[in-house]
């Protein structure tokens, strides 16, 4: 039956209009007919020489009817698509029974069978399809079947290509209309499969459509052979499937979240046949009909599905119910996703126009490195691997592995290293570059890798048609090419070749193979300089402009080189190879490189070479003069190598005289911990049990330090001390209560909690959960950046009372509403807890409490969570404390609506005709002093010292390892005692009648603290701030590379107000307070980022290891108020010194905490710049990462969390406001300038919004 080649088109029209349907498990049904050996046998192969039972795939030889029966059956259910039964019908895993001759025949018999019944129950509203099924085999081409020689292997590519090839040719001789790759548990198999497919597609002039499945085989989120389901996906895009889905292993609640990652990441159609739940002791499945079906319409309804079915234990009952629940359900309609080129190891990288440079480890290589070459010919490939294993572990992102030696069998070393790695996960997570400059070396590797690998490289040296066949070759591996600039007269060493061979090879590769533009990456060749030759001098600045110009014509292509061939001229001398690396990727990077083969380990940072040898390096680099090399020689043998209180508060002891219940009690309220553990143990020696001391004496005093907080009697600091004091006596109870193995100690309830996935901050989540321990309850802390599922895993696996979310960024509103969602899904009714600095009773009851239909609660401070805990608890009172708060929630949502309907935006163009009137033909920027001075490192500016450099146009000054000492004095301690929950202004309220007493014991030992912090240098400060020249551009701020402003080094995009305002108020925005470009006058931005957070995490561990949370708690709070100081103190100096524009300026602290001066420093993220996204523009001009160590998670979240970052605005004029709510042509537009997809988009501006998203 010879295939139609216009179902495809009938199946691609189908898949856009509904959800497909594909049939369940074969095997399951195969087993209710409990066959004997004589029906597998039949009397062709009666007297065959080895037992057949199970051998399932050969019924359709011997017993016909039985398979015609299922595939009726599933047709009958209503299945679209039919599965051959071909699961093991290739000769690899034939061989178990010695029929690997039948391989064809099988696949022939089956596609035949099944293509007549299909087409039998096909009508004009509902075709039929059938899928040709190519299993995994019995083989993992990733994995070693041997534990002690990881490196073996029993199968090899070229023998699964074979075996694919084979029963391909018969399931489309059959008449297949689609070729299924399924139940793929090692993706190198699977490439393999893909990689037999393209060669019969070609062999017969055809083209099937292809279906790819793969097996999460656990909770850990991976395949078999430890792919992620993104890193999976990446390494098999280049199939061009008509779908990509997940079967087998797990059942749909397991399945689920993989499910959910996939819809988001792929660009085609999504299919899913889950196992009818998880094997019994038994080996059967339990997941009925109709709950399948209820799991797999929820999926249908998020938008999950092209193609469903069922996998083991599901039968035809399971099709049908699957059936009715998806009728009517819109099919899923694949993402926008903007190319760029997407990798893959274990782990996915992917790598847009976002991202940052990539290292490519160069040590495996036996060209660069001589300790890598010297192991290798010894044999010694463990102690490689170590330093594979190193480079990763240093940062480098991909792996380079080149095997190219003389004294080698250069292939089967190939081999056997990748073989290798695969079996090292800490190393096999990133990418591989294979590089040689042998063909065959190449493909041998291309051989070895399951993920999206790199291969380096190609040319077109030996002509077109050469490279036209192996880039063909490389695209049916799926894996990314490096283009080298080599032609047929030779590699290209000026600006001009450059451009011409690469802009050759762009176009035959996308114009002719089909190459995708994302996944070429071009090396311009990084040659030599100073090696004294004069033709060579331009080379470095030929590579940078080459970059540059690349980066501009040929659309969505990356740049990569080898770094260190630049330095090749001083090898011997380390430290100017480093920093001739350093500059050289400074300037290359900026210009658009975008991965570099570089040692990742010995990476210098170009502020910090010593300014004689930066500039010279820089002369050489740049061929800024003619005699930059003589320069450089002169100054290279200088830098050749290789490379508080005197004492704590002494205690009245009187106490100590009181019976052992008040010596207890006292020591929990004063938070005294000296004597806690002698006082514990006699309450122990006194007791029944160690549980009786919690319960009994324990409880009582912390009953009294939650009745005397609630009473407004003590304050926040002092409960934190007590928890102190509690925490010490029980874990001195642990042993004791192990060892009396007592059931644990009754409380009021438990609550989890956790600061959600993307946020960092947790102070305040802490010290809720502190005050929760003191009144009772039972508290399990997730820690920071926690995804949903972790938290709805851990809430049911401890069976939590209450769940409470915390996070202070508003990316992490959006993920409390996610996890609302994800409750409401797993139809949980667990109260939850909303807390933290952005959340709202507002945006509470608006978005978050409709989602779910279990409790929903704000608590705007920690003196609210007991009361709240016991409300949702108490029996009592539970119903109609819930019934209140959703009448208030009620209330809420209709004034919210009210208000959307009332509020009077602006359009776009309205807002942006009423800026801020600024008369820029009088007024005149000041240069920024800064930028006149000269690059010296250190130089002392203002007392301190600093280290200057240029970029581009403007300059960077950074600051690190700062003097706390400096800063102190510009401490702003009012929200110091805020974070505490002391609410006042300081110094008033070290006299407030209430809580004066308290505030003084908290500042005193903040004091106290503090003293250590600084004598013992608890915690590193680090900044950098820079000033660039700068012009707004409608409302986005452009900074230059040059005063002539030809070049941006950064484009800053910001938002207007756009509410309606009243007369003489106007719709402000950032870029208002920049000069207009088309004004004709250079203005200036200033942008900062300072951390005083670095070494904190040690610390605070040693805290809570040793039950400490009130200093735990202290301690943060105070690295948060430094690096509040330290941003205040930047801002002050660049007012005076490094802008200048306030020289005159004298204010005292009160004055600076009150803002009054000239000019502000608004904090992308917040209210003038809500979107967070801003601080990669902010990270990448400052080189916020490499200068101080700060770095951004994936919601824009600063680390260390005592952090600060921000822009400088210097007009007298500038001053704060909140952009507020924002319409859809805002966002639309808002969203075309950043070139960001609108639902992205929505999502970073989700409380702004003045519209709910489609």
């Given amino acids: 039956m010879p295939h139609k080649p216009d179902r495809t088109a009938e199946l691609q029209a189908l898949l856009s209009e509904r959800i497909l349907l594909l049939d369940g498990a074969m095997g399951t049904m195969i087993q209710r007919h409990k066959l004997e050996e004589a029906d597998y046998r039949g009397e062709r192969f009666r007297d065959w020489s080895c037992d057949l039972k199970g051998n399932n795939d050969l019924l359709t030889l011997t017993r016909p009817d039985i398979i015609r029966a299922i595939h009726q059956a599933y047709l009958d259910a209503g299945a679209d698509i039919i599965e051959t039964n071909t699961f093991n019908a290739n000769r690899i895993s034939m061989a178990d029974y010695a029929m690997e001759e039948l391989s064809f025949e099988l696949n022939l018999a089956s596609a035949t069978l099944a293509s007549q019944l299909a087409a039998a129950a096909s009508t004009p509203d509902k075709p039929r399809f059938v899928a040709g099924v190519l299993g995994p085999t019995n083989r993992t081409c990733s994995l070693s079947p041997d534990v002690n020689d990881p490196g073996f292997r029993n199968i090899v590519f070229e023998h699964l290509v074979e075996a694919y090839a084979e029963a391909a040719r018969g399931l489309i001789e059959g008449g297949a209309d689609i070729l299924l790759i399924e139940t793929i548990f090692d993706t190198l198999n699977a490439k393999a499969a893909v990689f037999a497919l393209e060669q019969v597609f070609d062999e017969d002039g055809l083209r099937l459509p292809v279906m790819i499945s793969g097996t999460i085989t656990d909770a850990s989120g991976r395949t078999l052979s430890g792919q992620t389901t993104e890193a999976f996906y990446n390494a098999l895009r280049h199939a061009r499937p008509v779908s990509i889905g997940l079967n087998c292993a797990l059942g749909p609640a ?44 929820e999926w249908a309804g998020s938008g999950f599905l092209n193609i469903v079915g069922g996998c083991c234990g599901t039968t035809p009952e399971h099709i049908r119910a699957i059936a009715d629940v998806v009728r009517g359900v819109a099919p899923r309609q694949a993402p926008e996703i903007a190319p760029h080129c997407r990798l893959s190891g274990l782990e996915p990288l992917n790598i847009g126009p976002e991202s940052l440079f990539v290292n490519v480890g160069e040590r495996a290589n036996v060209t660069g490195s001589a300790k890598f070459k010297r192991l290798i010919l010894q044999g010694s490939y463990e102690e490689a691997l170590d330093l594979c294993r190193q480079q990763v572990e240093d940062g480098a992102q991909i792996i380079d592995v080149n095997m190219d030696e003389g004294m080698l069998e250069s292939g089967q070393a190939m081999v056997r290293f990748l073989n290798l790695v695969a079996a090292e996960p800490d190393i096999a997570r990133v990418p591989v570059m294979i590089d040689s400059s042998k063909w065959e070396i190449l493909q041998a590797g291309l051989k070895c890798i399951q993920g999206k690998g790199v291969v380096n490289s190609i040319s077109l040296k030996e002509g077109e048609a050469k490279f036209i066949e192996q880039a063909r070759v490389i695209r049916r591996y799926g894996a990314a090419a490096i283009v080298m600039a080599f032609d047929e007269q030779g590699q290209a060493d000026t600006l001009a070749r450059k451009v011409e061979i690469c802009t050759r090879a762009y176009r035959i590769l996308t114009e002719q193979v089909g190459f995708p533009a994302e996944d070429i990456i071009f090396d311009p060749n990084v040659f030599a300089v100073a090696t004294g030759i004069e033709t060579h001098n331009g080379y470095g600045v030929a590579f940078i402009e080459a970059c540059r110009e690349i980066t501009r014509t040929l659309p969505h292509a990356l740049i990569s080189g080898g770094i260190s ?77 290789d490379g508080g209180s005197a004492g704590p508060r002494k205690e009245e002891l009187a106490w100590r005289e009181w019976t052992l219940e008040k010596r207890l009690e006292h020591a929990l309220v004063k938070g005294i911990t000296e004597y806690i553990e002698a006082d514990t143990e006699e309450a122990r020696q006194q007791a029944g049990s160690s549980i009786e001391v919690i319960e009994g004496q324990l409880m009582d005093g912390m009953n009294l330090v939650g009745q005397l907080f609630g009473d407004g009697k003590m304050f926040l600091p002092q409960v934190v001390k007590s928890a102190r004091v509690m925490k010490k006596s029980v874990a001195y109870l642990e042993p004791f209560i192990k060892a009396e193995k007592s059931a644990d100690a009754a409380s009021q309830g438990k609550i989890l909690m956790a600061t959600v996935k993307g946020d960092v901050h947790d102070i305040g989540k802490n010290i809720v959960a502190v005050v929760l321990q003191c009144n009772s309850y039972e508290v399990i802390d997730l820690g920071v950046m926690v995804p949903a599922e972790t938290i709805l895993q851990q809430a049911r696996e401890h069976k939590v009372d209450i769940i409470g979310l915390s996070g202070l960024i508003t990316p992490s509103l959006d993920e409390m509403v996610h996890v609302a969602k994800e409750m409401q899904r797993l139809q949980l009714r667990i109260p939850l807890m909303i807390g933290g600095a952005t959340t709202s009773q507002i945006h509470t009851a608006v978005k978050i409490d409709p989602q779910y239909d279990g409790p929903v609660v704000y608590v705007p401070d920690a003196s609210r969570a007991v009361g709240v805990a016991s409300s949702l608890l108490s029996g009592a009172q539970r119903d109609k404390y819930i019934g209140e708060l959703r009448q208030t929630y009620q209330a809420a949502r209709e ?99 209430a809580k004066g007493e308290e505030a003084r014991k ?253």
Avoid at 604 to 633: F, K
Wanted: proline letters at 5%; aromatic letters at 10%; charged letters at 25%.
């Fill in 254 to 297: 397991q399945l689920r979240q993989y499910v959910e990652e996939l819809a988001r990441i792929s660009e085609t159609n999504v299919s899913v046949h889950p196992n009818a739940g998880l094997p019994n002791e038994f080996g059967a499945y339990d997941l009925g009909p109709e709950e399948m079906a209820r799991q797999i319409a």
């Fill in 565 to 641: 061939n630049v330095s090749f001229s001083f090898r011997g001398n380390n430290l100017v190879r480093e920093a001739i690396h350093a500059v050289f990727l400074y300037h290359a990077i900026k210009a658009g490189l975008s991965m570099g083969i570089v040692n990742a380990g010995q990476l210098a940072i170009y502020d910090e070479l010593p300014e004689a040898l930066r500039d010279r390096v820089e002369d050489v680099i740049l061929n800024r003069c003619g005699d930059a090399t003589e320069r450089l020689l002169e100054v290279a043998e200088q830098y050749r190598g």
């Fill in 895 to 993: 004034r919210h609506a009210a208000q959307q309907h009332s509020r009077d935006l602006a359009s776009l163009a309205q807002a942006r005709a009423n800026p801020v009137p600024i008369d820029w033909q009088r007024y005149r920027p000041l240069l920024p002093a800064a930028l006149a001075w000269e690059e010296s490192s250190p130089v002392d500016r203002s007392g301190i010292p600093v280290r200057i450099r240029r970029k581009g146009a403007g300059i960077l000054i950074g600051l690190n390892d700062f003097p706390l000492a400096q800063i102190v004095p510009y401490i702003d301690w009012t929200f110091f005692f805020h974070a505490w929950e002391l609410k006042g202004r300081y110094p008033k309220i070290l006299e407030d009648a």
């Fill in 1002 to 1254: 908290l500042y005193a030992d903040a004091n106290a603290m503090l003293r250590r912090i600084l004598a013992e240098k608890w915690l590193q400060a680090d900044a950098v701030i820079g000033l660039f020249p700068a012009n707004s551009l409608g409302d986005d701020i452009l900074v230059y590379t040059d005063e002539a402003h030809q070049r941006t080094l950064a484009t800053f995009h910001f938002l207007r107000k756009q509410g309606r305002q009243p007369e003489g108020k106007f719709n402000e925005c950032l870029a208002d307070y920049i000069a207009p470009a088309q004004q004709g006058q250079t203005d200036y931005l200033g942008a900062f980022a300072c951390t005083a957070g670095t070494g904190i995490d040690a610390r605070v561990k040693a805290f809570e290891e040793a039950h400490d949370d009130y200093s735990a708690i202290m301690l943060k709070a105070l690295a948060d108020r430094l690096a509040e100081a330290l941003a205040e103190w930047l801002h002050q100096q660049v007012r005076l010194h490094y802008w200048g524009y306030a020289t005159d300026e004298k204010l005292n602290n009160e004055q600076l905490i009150a803002e009054a001066y000239q000019g502000i420093r608004p904090a992308l993220g917040y209210p003038a710049c809500p979107d967070h996204s801003e601080k990669q523009a902010l990270w990448e001009l400052l080189e916020v990462q490499q200068s101080t160590g700060i770095w951004l998670t994936e919601s824009m979240a600063m680390v260390p969390t005592a952090s600060v970052s921000g822009l400088y605005f210097s007009h007298p004029q500038a001053r704060y406001f909140a952009v507020g709510r924002v319409g859809r042509d805002q966002v639309e537009d808002y969203a075309g300038r950043k070139g960001m997809d609108l639902a992205r988009t929505e999502r970073w501006l989700a409380p702004n919004l003045a519209y709910e998203p489609d």
